[in-house]
Nanobody
């Protein structure tokens, strides 16, 4: 069983940065693929970034076009981090991390089995 706990959200002004953390518990977690999503009120859940396990303790990151160049994700042992720079009001949403042993060729279509509780990010103009 895997449990994910997110932290790091908050209220910031446009142009600021935040770093979200997702700490995982569970055996062999280094073999899990992970991803970040967000959901704004009234909108569908949006894929932001994925970390594809490529063997050992190496991972390949990939990003949605909407955040490429502003958001960076990485793994470190049983945790994942999402560094968000130059935040915009349209980045306001609840942010989630997710994990699974499987990873679809299109990461956004992966049916992740494990999800964190979400952390609120609010960006004021």
């Amino acid at each position: 069983q895997v449990q994910l706990v997110e932290s790091g959200g908050g209220l910031v002004q446009a142009g600021a940065s935040l770093r979200l953390s997702c700490v995982a518990s569970g055996r062999f977690f280094n073999e899990y693929h992970m991803a970040w999503f967000r959901q704004a009120p009234g909108k569908e859940r949006e894929f932001l970034a994925g970390l594809r396990w490529t063997g050992g303790r190496t991972y390949s990151a990939e990003y949605a076009d909407s955040v490429k160049g502003r958001f960076t994700t990485r793994r470190a042992e049983s945790a994942a981090y999402l560094q968000m720079d130059n935040l915009r009001p349209e980045d306001t949403a609840v942010y989630f991390c997710a994990a699974d042993r499987n990873y679809a060729p299109i990461p956004a279509l992966t049916k992740f089995a494990y999800w964190g509780q979400g952390t609120q990010v609010t960006v004021s103009s």
